[in-house]
């Protein structure tokens, strides 16, 4: 029998990391690593010359300064007071008067007709 002899595997790197590594050391650049390179250089030259830029607001228009509320204010109240007489003469013309109330009238006419007939009658 042979005897059992511990081994050491020595680790050895994959073939892309040594190819990476390469490629750092050489400094070669892949295209898209250069379009992206451009692109941030573009973009930082962009935003310094908008840094440059003098900030200047334009002035308030002259119609902000007319005032307003007061006419709106006052044209909801016009509004206001039409709605509330029309809807008041829509109620009128709707309500009907209680039948008691038209027997009396007609009574007190009938009366005051016979009042007028004796006073006639009298004379």
């Known amino acids: 029998h042979k005897h059992w002899s511990p081994k050491i595997t020595i680790p050895e790197p994959f073939q892309m990391t040594l190819r990476e590594d390469e490629k750092k050391q050489k400094k070669i650049r892949s295209r898209s690593e250069m379009e992206i390179e451009n692109y941030t ?6 935003e310094e010359a908008e840094c440059q830029k003098l ?55 009938i009366k005051n007709m016979q009042i007028m007939d004796l006073a006639f009658s009298v004379k």
């Open 41 to 46: 250089l573009r973009k930082q030259l962009e």
């Open 55 to 109: 900030f200047r607001a334009n002035p308030a228009p002259a119609h902000t300064y007319i005032p307003l509320m007061e006419e709106i204010m006052e044209r909801n109240e016009e509004r206001r007071m039409f709605i509330k007489a029309r809807t008041k003469e829509i109620l009128l013309a709707m309500q009907k008067p209680f039948a008691f109330l038209e027997r009396e009238e007609k009574k007190k006419e």
